[in-house]
């Protein structure tokens, strides 16, 4: 069987998100759903004293086999799966301001933060969270498959 390539624009593909760009953690939160989240910031910059100011909230979900089946993967699948995600998907969400004044980036950066918590916290906390995710993921992947199979 061919290995599915990791598409650009795939979550499962994102395993680490923007390779070029460099990631620094600034805070980890354990979620009520027993998850953690993950805060990076991910400014650079991008001209003279104008920055790119970059927000990327990550939690990683783990599956396994029992996992998988009862969220509707194809049992003969999981392997594969495992194969292009390493067992564990990202939700990633990223929040941005681009050409942000220098003197102003760090300011710019913990009020994105602070709306972030305020507002996304309860969903990313929700006790379905993971299992909605991690099914998207699954259906996109075997979707995918179908996909590249037909196509060969």
Known sequence: MKPIPRLPWSSLARGRSNINME???VE???????LDVYFYDCSRKIA?????VKLLARIPVE????RFERLGGEP???DDF???TG???NFE??????FVDEREKDQVFKAILSRLKEHALDYMAHEDFADKFLKREIQAFMERRNWYRDQS
């Open 87 to 89: 067992g564990i998907v």
């Open 48 to 52: 003279g004293d104008r920055w790119y």
């Open 63 to 66: 599956t396994n086999k029992e």
């Open 93 to 98: 969400l990223h929040k941005e301001r681009n």
């Open 82 to 84: 495992v194969e292009a």
């Open 23 to 25: 990631e620094l953690l």
């Open 76 to 78: 003969h699948l999981y």
């Open 28 to 34: 980890k939160l354990a979620l009520a759903n027993g």
